[in-house]
């Protein structure tokens, strides 16, 4: 068995795992990292299922990877990442509606049903272009207490 003398050990070659490693190696690091399967890429691998057809295998949607600052600084783009954007990326269920995030902050603030803690603010500033502020941010603040 062969012995490596590094600085840290990554287990698992997923998105996490290759993150972590290349991190590490950044920052100067020996890194060995360890994978079970043949191919690194654990549940974002893609395959090519028909000739001239490539799919994901696993799970294809990772909305808050495109604004991660960790993954920017590794500057994938650099080595062939093109990122697909789905007009909206992320659902959350609030009674018989929903909360839907999509590609921009004032057309999210726009399709939240009014009387939502947060939304009218939200959608006032993004129609006056002046950044958003809802009123729980400007009382952690200090805000509200000052003006008020």
């Given at each position: 068995?062969?012995?490596?003398?590094?600085?840290?050990?990554?287990?698992?070659?997923?998105?996490?795992?290759?993150?972590?490693?290349?991190?590490?190696?950044?920052?100067?690091?020996?890194?060995?990292?360890?994978?079970?399967?043949?191919?690194?890429?654990?549940?974002?691998?893609?395959?090519?299922?028909?000739?001239?057809?490539?799919?994901?295998?696993?799970?294809?949607?990772?909305?808050?990877?495109?604004?991660?600052?960790?993954?920017?600084?590794?500057?994938?783009?650099?080595?062939?990442?093109?990122?697909?954007?789905?007009?909206?990326?992320?659902?959350?269920?609030?009674?018989?509606?929903?909360?839907?995030?999509?590609?921009?902050?004032?057309?999210?603030?726009?399709?939240?049903?009014?009387?939502r803690s947060g939304c009218a603010s939200t959608a006032g500033a993004c129609a006056q272009r002046r950044?958003?502020?809802?009123?729980?941010?400007?009382?952690?603040?200090?805000?509200?207490?000052?003006?008020?």
């Amino acid at each position: 068995m062969p012995v490596f003398e590094v600085d840290a050990v990554v287990v698992g070659g997923g998105h996490h795992g290759l993150v972590a490693a290349a991190v590490l190696a950044d920052a100067g690091w020996d890194v060995l990292l360890l994978e079970a399967q043949p191919e690194l890429g654990g549940a974002v691998r893609s395959t090519e299922w028909h000739p001239g057809f490539v799919a994901d295998r696993f799970s294809a949607c990772y909305p808050l990877a495109a604004v991660s600052p960790v993954l920017r600084a590794l500057e994938l783009e650099r080595h062939g990442l093109q990122w697909a954007l789905a007009p909206a990326v992320l659902a959350h269920p609030m009674g018989s509606a929903a909360a839907v995030r999509s590609g921009s902050r004032c057309s999210t603030a726009a399709a939240v049903p009014s009387g939502r803690s947060g939304c009218a603010s939200t959608a006032g500033a993004c129609a006056q272009r002046r950044p958003c502020r809802s009123s729980s941010s400007a009382r952690s603040t200090g805000e509200a207490a000052a003006s008020g």
